[in-house]
């Protein structure tokens, strides 16, 4: 092997990295979940795949001519060979410069194991640069030309070689997933005074948890899983680095794309105590059915330690089903609708000050509190929280006063006072989360604006909760700035079938083109709400 051909490998395999890093960025995005990413994929078909197919065919057409020209002209066919070779490497480092430029939710955290992936990527370029495959006779056109493509595979088909590292890489992360789920577990078996609290829902849990851990901290040493920490390997990374032995309470947010998810999760943290906070149509893609969401979510209830409770939504008929069956564990309602609930708020008022309400236990006991916290299903996830906190031996007294101190969550109906006022719930969107974001922004006075891209991830009812969606926020705004191609149609249609005048609606590509639009219909004292984030882990 020559120094060349040396110098030539360092270079592709450093090309073929970096054009990669956009694949490796979404496998992280999507938690390195692979039916995820195969569906991403899909999706971006042609801003993925055409750019180094054309690249191939670029290198094919040169590299054709090394054999057209070779009998007549042998400097200029070893010129176009080596052109050909170029060609693939500045293509490369072209795509992703170009990929690099894109904005995105989050930047790419270059992990251990977006190390190991971007290793086993590098391993694969090696035998295909080389031929290892085909020898096959060079002085055919066929045996030629399966050479010559076998050495630009791994770029030409870049978004699936990142897959095909992925897979090489499993069995490792597998290990190394076990390792550190195990470990995990040990800690926590070692602290057996530790009340373990365990969090799920279709909607609501992240700010539930936050609400809870507040709440709990009036008389425990709490520590929650931070922001939406609800994967086994991002639980178990907070019970590794975390946990202390001085805690006394400890919450599990668990989220869930599939069944057996929240099953996986009882397992490392074996709750004693858990919520289930609202049960609806949310990652239809992946469930298949509202029966499959409740079907996992209902797995907490036979995860939960025999001597424990589980807390129920006595507002979501769902979550009323679940109470109505037989459980081996003790069971409570928790609402503002809901007769006879073990912990019920009502009298709730909402404003630019925040919200108002009465909480009252099971016992008859009742309690005034304030919040930060903006909407009706703040309220009711405050009353969750007050439930369990009630359960574990805290007097409502105690719990008002946690009340008091909580923190809006970060983009979950956070108000930003100002002389226009922001609500900004950019988080995630949902059916039941935005009726509760409208809601809210009815109590309003003056003009009202909304800023969306629509609901994603509901299979297929997406389109008709979308019109829905578009049908409701017409009695809500007077102003809507709708985001994006993919989902916001159907928001459209549904606004005007309610006779929303078609001019007070804007269609702009991007949020950086809504913000440009919104100092053109503000004015002091309006409120904006920014209703679900981007639609896709990258802009479109």
């Known amino acids: 092997m020559s120094w060349i051909s040396i110098v030539y490998l360092i270079l592709v395999i450093g090309a073929t990295l970096y054009a990669s890093l956009r694949y490796v960025h979404m496998l992280q995005l999507e938690s390195y979940q692979g039916r995820m990413y195969v569906k991403w994929v899909k999706k971006h078909f042609n801003d993925d795949f055409i750019p180094f197919l054309l690249i191939g065919v670029l290198c094919m057409a040169l590299r054709s001519g090394y054999v057209l020209f070779y ?39 270059f992990t251990g194991r977006a190390a190991r992936l971007l290793a086993a990527l590098a391993v694969i370029v090696v035998p295909f640069t080389f031929a290892f495959f085909f020898k096959y006779d060079i002085s055919t056109w066929g045996g030629y030309l399966l050479v010559s493509i076998q050495r630009y595979l791994p770029g030409i088909l870049l978004p699936l070689t990142v897959i095909l ?38 909607y609501g849990k992240t700010s539930t948890k936050f609400i809870l851990a507040t ?14 920490f609800n994967t086994p390997m991002g639980v178990t990374r907070v019970i590794r680095e975390q946990l202390e032995a001085g805690h006394e309470a400890f919450i599990a947010e668990m989220g869930a794309r599939y069944s057996g998810d929240i099953k996986e999760l009882c397992k490392l943290v074996k709750p004693r105590y858990g919520i289930i906070t609202s049960l609806g149509k949310q990652h239809l893609e992946t469930f298949g059915s509202l029966e499959g969401v409740i079907a996992t ?16 939504n006595g507002d979501n008929p769902y979550c009323v089903e679940l109470y109505e069956k037989e459980t081996r564990v003790e069971k409570h309602l928790f609402g503002l609708d809901a007769q006879g609930a073990y912990m019920r708020a009502d009298d709730i008022e909402i404003g630019n000050f925040g919200s108002r309400f009465t909480l ?34 805290l007097t409502l007294e105690q719990i008002a006063s946690g009340i008091a101190k909580i923190k809006p969550v970060e983009h979950r109906l956070e108000l930003i006072p100002g002389p226009v006022t922001v609500i900004d719930d950019a988080f995630n969107a949902n059916p039941e989360g935005v009726r509760h974001a409208l809601e809210t922004i009815k109590c309003f006075p003056g003009r009202r604006i909304i800023v969306t891209p629509g609901m994603v991830e509901l299979g297929a009812e997406e389109e008709a909760l979308n019109e829905a969606f578009g049908r409701d926020m017409a009695s809500a705004v007077d102003f809507a700035i709708l985001v994006g191609k993919s989902h916001v149609e159907p928001i459209r249609r549904g606004l005007l079938e309610e006779g929303f005048p078609e001019e007070n609606i804007l269609r702009v590509d991007s949020l950086a083109a809504a913000s440009e639009k919104l100092p053109l219909l503000t004015q002091p004292g309006c409120v904006v709400l920014f209703e679900n984030d981007l639609t896709d882990n990258y802009e479109e």
């Open 297 to 312: 979510k209902a797995e907490l209830i036979d995860g939960l330690d025999p001597s424990g409770a589980i807390f129920l």
């Open 71 to 109: 009998a007549n002209d042998p400097v200029l066919s070893q010129i176009m060979w080596y052109l050909a070779d170029a060609g693939y490497l500045v293509g490369l480092v072209f795509i992703g410069f170009v990929n690099r430029k894109k904005p995105a939710k989050k930047p790419l955290k």
């Open 360 to 393: 009252q236990s099971e016992d008859g006991e009742k309690v005034e509190c304030t919040t930060r916290l903006l909407g009706r299903h703040n309220i009711l996830n405050i009353a969750a929280a007050a439930a369990l906190a009630y359960r574990l031996g």
């Open 215 to 228: 709440i709990l901290s009036e008389k425990y040493k709490t520590l929650a899983t931070p922001g939406s």
């Open 165 to 202: 590292a992925y897979f090489i890489t499993y069995p490792v992360e597998a290990l190394v997933r076990g390792w550190y789920f195990n470990d995990a577990r040990r800690k926590l078996d070692r602290q057996e005074n530790l009340i373990k609290i365990a969090i799920t829902g279709s």
